[in-house]
């Protein structure tokens, strides 16, 4: 019998209650309190999960018999819950990004090391089954040189905490210091309020990195559509990847002797949920007393975002 990790989940928001069903669907852990300002909020968790605790203070919940504190809250608050879970000695999941400010990273990650306890980030991209088809086929080069990746990723709820680059971008930036393990050279980004927006809400970001490896990323709130898509161009094929689709998220564009011509390859990959995968890796990590991989993704992608935003 698994013997379950106690969550204590901060935020019933937008993306609280989905974090709340993804580990209590899960064989790993038991949710066992949610806190959140909104009383609305929590009489709905209630209403989800009645035998929860609950309470507007999260520090009154943050107690002995919890494992993991999870952290779906305003990006501004990121820093002052997280260093009281770790310093109550918790394990932490925060929601990205993990925080606007790269002091308070390497504050958080010494506060982690002293106690002993492990730095998660909601990346799920990082544990989709096309991204890490994506890691395979650059790692072994099966289609050549990687010349060019472009992103496309667009439609999402208006922030006012944080403008469209901390917001939609993070998912880009991490999943390309992921993939090539390596900063860009050179960054720059074209910041813009389309409709009189509290920030930015639109951005449209070039990175180069080593051997001339060219990103071209395209962030929006303001879309008709909810656009997921990543292309990467080698030199004998494209990998076309769409996260929005249910079955086929990968096409391989190999290329035939004219270049305007095409074999085309649909790839079998792992379908099975992101967020679902980050979560199986919390406990396994946590159980098996592991080194986090986001220990140095997290100071990184923080770095080139500060300078994007």
């Known amino acids: 019998m698994i013997n379950k990790l106690k969550v204590c989940l901060i935020g019933y928001g937008y993306w609280g209650p989905k974090l709340a069903r993804n580990f209590q669907n899960s064989n790993f852990f038991n949710l066992v309190s949610v806190s959140d300002k909104s009383k609305a909020n929590l009489l709905k968790a209630k209403k989800d999960f009645p035998l929860v605790k609950t309470s507007t203070d999260f ?141 930015a809400d639109t951005a449209y970001i070039n990175l180069v990195y080593k051997n001339k490896l060219n990103v071209f990323i395209k962030n929006s709130w303001i879309s008709p559509t909810k656009i997921r898509i990543m292309k990467f161009k080698f030199k004998k094929a494209i990998v076309y990847c769409d996260e929005n689709e249910s079955m086929y998220k990968i096409k391989i564009y190999s290329k035939k002797n004219n270049h305007l011509k095409y074999n085309i390859e649909i790839p079998d990959i792992d379908l099975s949920e992101p967020l679902s995968n980050l979560v199986h890796y919390i406990y396994r990590t946590i159980r098996k007393k592991e080194k986090s991989m986001f220990d140095s993704l997290n100071l990184n992608v923080t770095k080139i975002l500060k300078k994007l935003s």
Do not use: C
């Open 59 to 199: 520090k009154k919940l943050i107690i002995n018999n919890i494992d993991l504190v999870v952290i779906a809250t305003p990006t501004e608050t990121h820093f002052k819950i997280s260093k009281f879970a770790l310093e109550k000695k918790k394990h932490i999941l925060v929601e990205k990004p993990i925080s606007l400010s790269s002091t308070d990273v390497i504050k958080l990650q010494k506060i982690s090391k002293k106690n002993k306890k492990l730095i998660f980030v909601d990346y799920p991209f990082l544990f989709s089954g096309s991204i890490n088809y994506i890691k395979k086929i650059i790692e072994n080069k099966r289609y050549g040189k990687l010349l060019e990746i472009e992103s496309y990723r667009e439609q999402a709820p208006i922030r006012k905490d944080v403008n469209v680059v901390w917001d939609l971008a993070v998912h880009d930036i991490s999943i390309l210091s992921y993939l090539l393990r390596e900063n860009p050279k050179n960054m720059k980004s074209l910041k813009m309020n389309t409709v009189n927006t509290p920030k």
